[in-house]
Protein backbone atom coordinates (compact mmCIF):
# COMPACT_ATOMS: atom_id res chain seq x y z
CA UNK A 1 0.00 0.00 0.00
CA UNK A 2 1.71 3.40 -1.10
CA UNK A 3 1.56 6.08 1.63
CA UNK A 4 0.54 9.07 0.99
CA UNK A 5 3.92 10.96 2.40
CA UNK A 6 3.49 14.66 3.47
CA UNK A 7 6.07 16.31 1.07
CA UNK A 8 6.81 19.80 1.06
CA UNK A 9 4.91 21.83 -1.48
CA UNK A 10 6.79 23.00 -4.15
CA UNK A 11 5.50 26.63 -4.85
CA UNK A 12 3.76 26.39 -8.78
CA UNK A 13 4.56 28.97 -11.12
CA UNK A 14 2.15 30.67 -12.34
CA UNK A 15 2.91 32.50 -15.80
CA UNK A 16 1.00 35.34 -17.43
CA UNK A 17 0.48 38.68 -18.29
CA UNK A 18 0.88 41.70 -16.01
CA UNK A 19 0.92 45.34 -16.22
CA UNK A 20 4.14 46.50 -17.40
CA UNK A 21 6.06 47.66 -14.04
CA UNK A 22 8.05 49.94 -15.52
CA UNK A 23 5.90 51.80 -17.65
CA UNK A 24 3.09 51.21 -15.44
CA UNK A 25 0.65 50.02 -18.43
CA UNK A 26 1.37 53.21 -20.69
CA UNK A 27 3.17 51.91 -22.94
CA UNK A 28 5.43 54.48 -22.83
CA UNK A 29 8.16 55.90 -20.74
CA UNK A 30 9.53 59.65 -21.26
CA UNK A 31 7.63 60.03 -24.65
CA UNK A 32 9.27 56.79 -25.98
CA UNK A 33 8.20 53.37 -26.91
CA UNK A 34 8.36 51.74 -23.43
CA UNK A 35 11.77 49.22 -23.84
CA UNK A 36 10.53 46.60 -21.41
CA UNK A 37 6.98 45.93 -22.94
CA UNK A 38 7.25 47.23 -26.22
CA UNK A 39 4.25 49.93 -25.91
CA UNK A 40 1.81 47.19 -25.36
CA UNK A 41 1.93 48.55 -21.54
CA UNK A 42 1.94 44.25 -20.56
CA UNK A 43 4.14 41.71 -20.28
CA UNK A 44 4.21 38.15 -19.61
CA UNK A 45 6.37 36.78 -17.14
CA UNK A 46 7.60 33.20 -15.92
CA UNK A 47 5.43 33.98 -12.47
CA UNK A 48 3.06 36.40 -12.07
CA UNK A 49 2.22 35.74 -8.07
CA UNK A 50 5.99 36.57 -7.30
CA UNK A 51 7.06 40.33 -7.14
CA UNK A 52 10.91 40.87 -8.27
CA UNK A 53 12.52 41.58 -4.39
CA UNK A 54 15.34 43.66 -5.75
CA UNK A 55 13.28 46.61 -7.23
CA UNK A 56 10.12 45.64 -4.90
CA UNK A 57 7.58 45.34 -8.20
CA UNK A 58 8.51 48.98 -9.18
CA UNK A 59 10.18 47.67 -12.33
CA UNK A 60 13.40 50.41 -12.04
CA UNK A 61 15.69 50.81 -9.29
CA UNK A 62 16.78 54.35 -10.00
CA UNK A 63 14.60 56.59 -12.79
CA UNK A 64 15.03 55.58 -16.17
CA UNK A 65 17.00 52.36 -15.65
CA UNK A 66 14.94 49.31 -15.88
CA UNK A 67 15.38 46.65 -12.81
CA UNK A 68 18.45 44.26 -14.83
CA UNK A 69 16.91 41.48 -12.47
CA UNK A 70 13.02 41.05 -13.74
CA UNK A 71 13.90 43.08 -16.90
CA UNK A 72 11.86 46.10 -15.90
CA UNK A 73 8.53 44.25 -15.03
CA UNK A 74 8.24 44.04 -11.61
CA UNK A 75 7.67 40.46 -11.19
CA UNK A 76 9.82 37.51 -12.36
CA UNK A 77 11.39 37.60 -15.38
CA UNK A 78 9.71 38.17 -18.81
CA UNK A 79 9.06 35.17 -20.50
CA UNK A 80 10.74 36.34 -23.65
CA UNK A 81 14.20 36.46 -22.74
CA UNK A 82 14.91 38.69 -25.46
CA UNK A 83 14.00 41.67 -23.55
CA UNK A 84 16.17 41.21 -20.94
CA UNK A 85 18.93 43.55 -20.85
ZN1 LIG B 1 6.17 49.00 -20.31
ZN1 LIG C 1 13.02 44.09 -10.50
Redesign the pocket.
Known amino acids: MAEAKAEPKKKQKVPGEVKC?YCDGTGKHQDQTCVVCGGSGKVEVVDMTQ???????????MKGI??????????TRPVSKQRLF
Not at 51 to 61: A, E, N, S, T
Not at 66 to 75: A, D
Open positions: SKCQWCKGRGYLPCTVCGGTGF
